[in-house]
């Protein structure tokens, strides 16, 4: 089946509009018509080559919403009409230790739903920058948000998520104090969530006009990370900071403001590597680097229902398909509050 999609043929070229196919719904498929799909950092650093190994073309996204229109005949969970969500992973190998943790997101054999090997053509998954995905029941989601909140779920299915893992693994919640460095589309969700585990939420930016804005949020207390006082006054005192910024820079000025014992967990992933730290700035508090990637498929059915329980969604900018080139320079300049949405009807026209 032909369909309408938005993509690239090489690093160096805009983003334009392309025709795909998608399978057939074999019988533990789900086909569903995407009503919208929001635009991830990562989107650009893969379309881009900024990361390793993209292939063409690509058709980023996956941050998918929309409708089941039929589904295999072994399909027990989902059926048509269903509103449904795809986030970053397809595929996994399903008989590893990692699959059987549910953390499919660390299967080596993770196929994601865009830039991964597929018996499909073009012989790499595409992901939601397109009007209908083929996806097996396993790696589909259930929205249970309002469907008028749709648009706004989108963006759960990437940033929510990978903003929800850590919180909870690290043990976000009441009496922990948690920094999320980086207002952007991650961010966002990791304050809005942070607050709804019950942190004291605070928040960090390099943008003076998002300091108050980040407190509508739900951050307790905002910091302009390039101003040295008001960073030192939060010396030795976070249990967690989330970092989500998409460029390298100084992780010693961040790693200083934990306490004893705590961890850092750095989810942005820039196309070139941060400074080294110093690492007396680890051994004299016993702190972490860490690192998380999105989540598994069954913690991310756990953070859209935490989500919709919380009445949490993202905000979100809606754009036309031919707008995504422009967004992409707005998201690159930190000017979106805070996550793109691709309006799929657009694609039709
Ligand atoms: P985004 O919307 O562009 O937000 C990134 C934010 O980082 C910006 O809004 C800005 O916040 C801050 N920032 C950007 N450049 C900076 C710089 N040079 N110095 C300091 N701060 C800077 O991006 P996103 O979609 O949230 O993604 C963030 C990163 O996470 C990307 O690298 C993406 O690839 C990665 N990612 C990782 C995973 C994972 O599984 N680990 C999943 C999704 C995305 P302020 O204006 O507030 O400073
Ligand atoms: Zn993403
Ligand atoms: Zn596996």
């Not at 090997?117 to 249970?144: C, F, M, N, W």
Request: with cysteine; charged share 20%.
């Amino acid at each position: 089946m032909l369909v309408k999609a938005y993509g690239a043929h090489a690093a160096d070229k805009p983003l334009e509009p392309i025709g795909i196919t998608r399978r057939a719904p074999g019988p533990h498929d789900v086909q569903i018509e995407i009503a919208y799909c929001g635009i991830c950092h990562s989107d650009l650093h893969q379309v881009r080559a900024e990361w390793e190994g993209t292939l063409w073309p690509c058709v980023p996204g996956h941050e998918i919403v929309g409708r089941v229109s039929a589904v295999g005949a072994h399909v027990g969970a989902f059926r048509e009409g269903d509103l449904v969500g795809v986030g970053c992973i397809v595929d996994s190998c399903r008989h590893c230790a990692d699959c059987g943790d549910g953390l499919e997101n660390y299967c080596d054999g993770m196929i994601g739903t865009y830039n991964f090997p597929t018996p499909d053509a073009p012989g790499h998954t595409l992901g939601g920058y397109s009007q209908r995905i083929v996806v097996d029941e396993r790696y589909v989601l259930r929205v249970t948000h309002p469907e008028a909140q749709l648009a706004a779920v989108a963006p759960l299915l990437c940033a929510g998520i990978t903003t929800y893992s850590p919180l909870r693994h690290w043990g976000a919640g009441p009496g922990k104090k948690v920094g999320v460095v980086g207002i952007g589309g991650l961010g966002h969700m990791g304050i809005k969530i942070a607050h709804a585990m019950g942190a004291h939420v605070v928040a960090f930016t390099t943008s003076e006009s998002k300091r108050e804005a980040a407190k509508t949020l739900g951050a307790d207390e905002a910091v302009v990370s390039r101003n040295p006082e008001e960073m030192a006054a939060h010396a030795k005192s976070f249990d967690l900071i989330l970092n989500t910024v998409a460029a390298p820079h100084d992780l010693d000025a961040l790693l200083v403001l934990l306490k004893r014992d705590g961890t850092m967990v750095l989810v942005g992933a820039p196309a070139s590597p941060h400074p080294s730290p110093n690492v007396f700035n680890l051994i004299t508090k016993r702190r972490s680097i860490a690192g998380s990637m999105i989540g598994g498929i069954a913690e991310t059915q756990e953070m859209l229902d935490f989500c919709a329980a919380h009445g949490i969604t993202s905000d979100i900018e809606m754009i036309r398909a031919d707008e995504i080139n422009e967004a992409y320079e707005r998201m690159l300049k930190g000017d979106v509050k805070y996550r793109f949405v691709i309006d799929s009807a657009s694609l039709a026209g």
